[in-house]
């Protein structure tokens, strides 16, 4: 089965019709953030997925910059949450960085960990104080 172009202008394909009238409220405001909440999906899930934690596979590479998160496939998550900015980032999505501090073993005594997660403002999820 082949495709029949009614058009050979590709930008009629893009024309807003009375059916497909993307400029209403309701439909703007739906897709405010919609598109940018798939971008911060494919981002996560490739990093999530894609990378390795360093831990998981006993990995000896040392990496701290996105770009060698990225060639080793693998760190952890410290590093791999420098390669989920730059990736947000590069695309316009407003992200950060928030840590916490996880406890080794069962006592604060015997020592912490650094944990690292991202933040990243959509602003389908602004409030009223924004």
């Not at 209403?24 to 953030?33: A, D, L």
């Not at 490739?46 to 360093?54: A, G, P």
């Amino acid at each position: 089965m082949g495709f029949v172009f009614e058009s050979e202008n590709s930008g009629d394909y893009l024309l807003e019709l009375d059916v497909v009238d993307y400029s209403n409220s309701i439909i703007k405001e739906k897709i405010e953030g919609f598109f940018n909440l798939t971008k911060t999906e494919t981002a996560f899930e490739f990093v999530r997925d894609e990378i390795s934690h360093s831990w998981d596979i006993q990995g000896e590479k040392v990496t701290c910059h996105a770009l060698d998160v990225l060639k080793y496939k693998q760190r952890y998550l410290y590093e791999k949450s420098n390669l989920l900015a730059a990736l947000l980032r590069s695309q316009g999505i407003q992200t950060n960085f928030c840590y916490q501090h996880l406890m080794l073993f069962d006592t604060p005594e015997k020592g912490y960990s650094i944990h690292a997660l991202n933040t990243v403002y959509l602003k389908s999820n602004k409030s009223n104080y924004d």
